[in-house]
């Protein structure tokens, strides 16, 4: 029972971590109070979500676009990386235009960041819900030392499990 504890204690504290979701700038894929689970160890990819901590301390979850190297680019509601057009399934109906503005206004790394390349070791991120997502578009790119985890799967409430 003390080794089956002790195990439970460091799969949960230090591999398969649980937190809850705060705000409205990942939905559809997550809810406030949503309860994810994340993991520290795996390389981070474009699409990703992941958990960072901006310099004043406060704890985001977003989606990876951009990686180190790349060139970002939105124009008439498409994604372009490095010039060509790259779909993004996991926006689903959302990115249908329901009135006359874009789902995401149009902007350029280079125009947003000073730069037209993602610095080495940083990443360029978005919430899934773009109108309202504070994101790398008001405060630039993520370091990666400031990359906590990795979002693996939605484990609480049951009708949003889903795995990542």
Known sequence: MVVAGIFVFI?????????SVEGNSMEKTLHPDDHIVYEKFSS???FDIIIFQTTDGLIYVKRVIGLPGDHIQYKDDEL????????????GQAK???????????????????KKEISE???FVLGDNR???????????????QI????RLVYFPLRHFKIF
């Open 148 to 151: 906590i985890g990795k979002a």
């Open 44 to 46: 981070i990819h474009r």
């Open 11 to 19: 799969l949960r504290g230090f591999i398969f971590i649980p937190m």
């Open 121 to 123: 070791d940083h990443f």
């Open 131 to 145: 109108r309202i997502s504070k994101d790398s578009r008001s405060f630039g790119e993520v370091s990666s030392d």
């Open 96 to 114: 249908i235009k329901r009135d006359s503005n874009q789902y995401t206004t149009n902007f350029d790394t280079e125009e947003l960041l000073g």
């Open 80 to 91: 372009y990386i490095n010039g060509e057009k790259t779909e993004e399934d996991f926006l």
